[in-house]
């Protein structure tokens, strides 16, 4: 279990942040809370085992999702981020937002990785075992690459939205097996991903938390 955080205020002024720790749409989510400086009552919640309030929230059950005390749920990991960004954005995220970018790995890109690091979820797929889907995310990552062996961060010299927004997924890419990511001829991207594994940042939310059951004392997530 991670520390609890003193709270500041009443539990009804926060927003309510439900979260998987392992969950890359999550990582971004709560990357760009942390960044923002903003709070937010953290709810562990175990993803075979969904709580009645997630569902009351989102009926589609998907992480992150954040409740803010009005009422208004977000429940895309992108629009967590612009609204906490919108709060705060001391590092000027929201300047460096790519949406062609994220399009791109929200789409193209993700379509790749799941059914190279799933394979058995879509044999259904009339494209099963046609596809060199870890071939194709990795031309991705080669043209990214090419971007990265000009200026350190995705947006320019510094990290921005967009960086955050795509590290969680192309992590989970590499660490479907490390050792043939490591090998591949993208040494520019091999060291950004590097840079943010071990950033601050990434470490500050990825404590474990214990799963969220009704009844237990709230976790604010955000500025100590």
């Excluded at 998987?20 to 960044?35: D, E, K």
């Excluded at 060291?191 to 601050?200: Q, T, V």
Aim: hydrophobic content about 40%.
């Amino acid at each position: 279990m991670g520390p609890e955080i003193p709270m500041t205020g009443q539990a009804s002024e926060y927003p309510i942040l439900y979260s998987f720790r392992r969950c890359p749409y999550a990582m971004r989510g709560r990357m760009g809370l942390r960044i923002s400086g903003m709070q937010a009552i953290l709810r562990e919640v175990k993803l075979a085992d969904k709580p009645v309030g997630l569902l009351e929230a989102s009926p589609k059950g998907t992480v992150p999702v954040l409740q803010l005390p009005d009422g208004t749920v977000l429940e895309e990991s992108l629009d967590i981020m612009r609204w906490a960004l919108g709060q705060s954005d001391p590092e000027g995220w929201l300047a460096s937002e790519n949406a062609a970018l994220l399009r791109l790995f929200d789409g193209d890109f993700k379509h790749h990785l799941d059914r190279y690091k799933y394979p058995n979820r879509y044999e259904d797929d009339p494209h099963h075992g046609k596809v060199d889907h870890r071939g194709e995310a990795l031309a991705i990552l080669s043209d990214l690459d090419l971007l990265l062996a000009r200026q350190r961060q995705i947006g320019g010299e510094r990290r921005g939205f967009t960086d955050i927004a795509l590290f969680p997924f192309i992590r989970q890419f590499a660490n479907t097996d490390r050792d043939w990511f490591d090998a591949q001829p993208i040494s520019h991207v091999q060291a950004w991903l590097e840079g943010h594994l071990a950033s601050d940042l990434f470490q500050s939310v990825m404590t474990k938390y214990d799963v969220w059951k009704p009844g237990d004392a709230p976790v604010v997530f955000g500025r100590t």
